[in-house]
């Protein structure tokens, strides 16, 4: 098991730009594939981004493509989530999660099976 505990959010106005951190504890950081995902109220949990162990594979929903950047620093065993030009739309509870197994399912959440306990983020207009 990974502990992760989010940072970052905040309450911004439409167009700014938020960095969301997820750091871990124990030895293993890098042995794990790292996601972020989030959750508005009375929506489903959905997939934001994911990076591969090294860093070298990065994935993203249709919908923050372009605007978003996922990055991870295995010497400090922290995740990132780089939001620019941030929508109402973009509010939620975002949350991160790990696995040791990279899949193509890896945007289902189900698939992951540990996770912080979330960070909310709220867009105004």
């Known amino acids: 098991q990974v502990p992760l505990v989010e940072s970052g959010g905040g309450l911004v106005q439409a167009g700014a730009s938020l960095r969301l951190s997820c750091a871990a504890s124990?030895?293993?950081?890098?042995?794990?594939?790292l996601g972020w995902f989030r959750q508005a109220p009375g929506k489903e949990r959905e997939f934001v981004a994911a990076?591969?162990?090294?860093?070298?594979?990065?994935y993203y929903s249709d919908s923050v493509k372009g605007r978003f950047t996922i990055s991870r620093d295995n010497a400090k065993k922290t995740v990132f989530l780089q939001m620019i030009s941030l929508k109402p739309e973009d509010t939620a509870v975002y949350y991160c999660?790990?696995?040791?197994?990279?899949?193509?399912?890896?945007?289902?959440?189900?698939?992951?099976?540990?996770w912080g306990q979330g960070t909310q983020v709220t867009v105004s207009s």
């Open positions: 999660a790990a696995d040791v197994n990279w899949g193509n399912d890896y945007y289902i959440p189900d698939k992951w099976p540990y």
């Open positions: 990076i591969t162990w090294s860093g070298g594979g990065t």
């Open positions: 124990g030895r293993t950081f890098s042995t794990y594939v």
